[in-house]
């Protein structure tokens, strides 16, 4: 069986949904320490042409607590604002920005649970079938970190195989994994040109801009 474990991310690009997609088992990885200015609470669309950053309100945020300890504030109408005037001229804005309205508006505080429902709205759209579960609803040893957890996960689950994003190149060793009778992987993703509301070609924004310029019978193609 092959699994991935990744924190999750505020619609993320097309990358992240590319390992979703190449896995039979996605693990949100919910119970490890949040981190500032990385990518669970924000990411970039394009606003007149340009890349503009587009973040979900927290409640009293630190690096010292686990993802799904945070809370989500309230004050989501901005955001949702921004986003409809950042494309309603985008080709499929009809068909796509009730979805995105309905992710971000949704009536959820905590924040592993409010970016679960949305990374499986848009996988949902995409046509990905991959199975979800939290690593909070995994028994395990939190305790120890790194490798040494997402091996203790992957054996939890009986996964074969574990893939992960190019970042994990330099975070892992192949004979950790080998030893346990696992194999580490790479999903490499090359972004692919699309329409976009710019006269710039930006790769590696938020999967909202995807989504909002190409047709959904294209889209599979751009996320292998």
Not at 105 to 130: C, F, M, P, V, W
Not at 141 to 154: F, L, M, P, T, V
């Amino acid at each position: 069986m092959k699994v991935a474990i990744m924190q999750p991310y505020f619609f993320p690009y097309q990358g992240y949904f590319n390992l979703i997609n190449s896995v039979d088992l996605f693990v949100i990885y919910d119970d490890v320490n949040y981190i500032k200015r990385g990518w669970v609470n924000r990411n970039y669309i394009l606003l007149n042409g340009q890349k503009k950053m587009i973040t979900i309100p927290l409640v009293d945020l630190s690096q010292n607590k686990y993802i799904n300890s945070i809370q989500v504030g309230q004050s989501r109408s901005k955001l949702i604002k921004l986003t409809y005037h950042a494309y309603c001229k985008a080709r499929y804005f009809k068909d796509i920005f009730p979805i995105i309205e309905c992710a971000m508006n949704y009536d959820e505080s905590n924040l592993a649970s409010y970016l679960t429902r949305q990374l499986k709205l848009i996988s949902n759209y995409l046509g990905i079938n991959t199975r979800f579960i939290l690593s909070s609803e995994i028994e395990k040893d939190n305790n120890i970190r790194g490798a040494e957890k997402i091996i203790s996960i992957c054996n939890k689950l009986g996964a074969d195989t574990y893939l992960n994003l190019p970042g994990g190149i330099n975070l892992y060793e192949n004979s950790d994994f080998l030893a346990n009778n696992i194999e580490l992987k790479f999903v490499s993703h090359e972004p692919r040109k699309y329409f976009q509301l710019s006269d710039e070609w930006h790769p590696n924004l938020s999967i909202i801009d995807l989504i909002m310029n190409v047709k959904k019978s294209d889209l599979p193609s751009y996320i292998i």
